[in-house]
């Protein structure tokens, strides 16, 4: 083979496979890659407001691994009318089950661990994380992709919901 077919052999090599490669890897590839960020909230509505206080003036207060939270405080006024929300400040997911009764979960998707991109599905009592599209049971057992939910003990007194981490 002549010096002449084979810089043409490299120079036909070196302009169709990248292309061959991108038709067959792209968007896999860049999806996987993507520099999105998954912290970012996806306005779901669904939060606590967004508050990072941890005190009494933000609805609730931290001591240690307890979170204390005034059901009756306006950042909380969504679980009272939609059934959950996303406590983004704590990393938490609270659901109502009726009025006396709570669950809390770690509100890491257990697949990437997002926290700020997740809807609740009343009809089969599945979070799904918005980032990746994932569900996972509230049963605290069932797996879903990555794992299960973390569930957290709960507590109501009053008008006080105590979460241990």
């Not at 010096?3 to 043409?8: A, D």
């Not at 967004?50 to 939270?69: F, P, R």
């Amino acid at each position: 083979m002549s010096e002449k077919e084979k810089n043409k052999r490299r120079e036909f090599l070196n302009h169709v496979c990248p292309a061959v490669a991108m038709a067959f890897l792209g968007v896999p590839a860049i999806q996987s890659c993507s520099s999105g960020d998954d912290d970012t909230d996806m306005g779901s509505g669904n939060n606590n407001g967004g508050n990072t206080g941890g005190n009494a003036n933000a609805g609730y207060t931290k001591s240690g691994n307890t979170i204390t939270i005034d059901l009756n405080h306006s950042n909380f006024s969504n679980l009272q009318s939609q059934g959950w929300i996303q406590f983004t400040a704590e990393k938490m997911l609270i659901l109502k089950l009726s009025s006396s009764s709570y669950k809390a979960f770690d509100g890491r998707c257990p697949h990437q661990g997002v926290h700020t991109a997740w809807s609740y599905n009343t009809s089969n009592n599945r979070f799904t994380c918005g980032q990746h599209g994932n569900s996972y049971d509230t049963d605290c057992v069932t797996p879903g992709n990555g794992g299960v939910l973390t569930c957290y003990n709960t507590t109501l007194s009053g008008s006080s919901l105590v979460v241990t981490t």
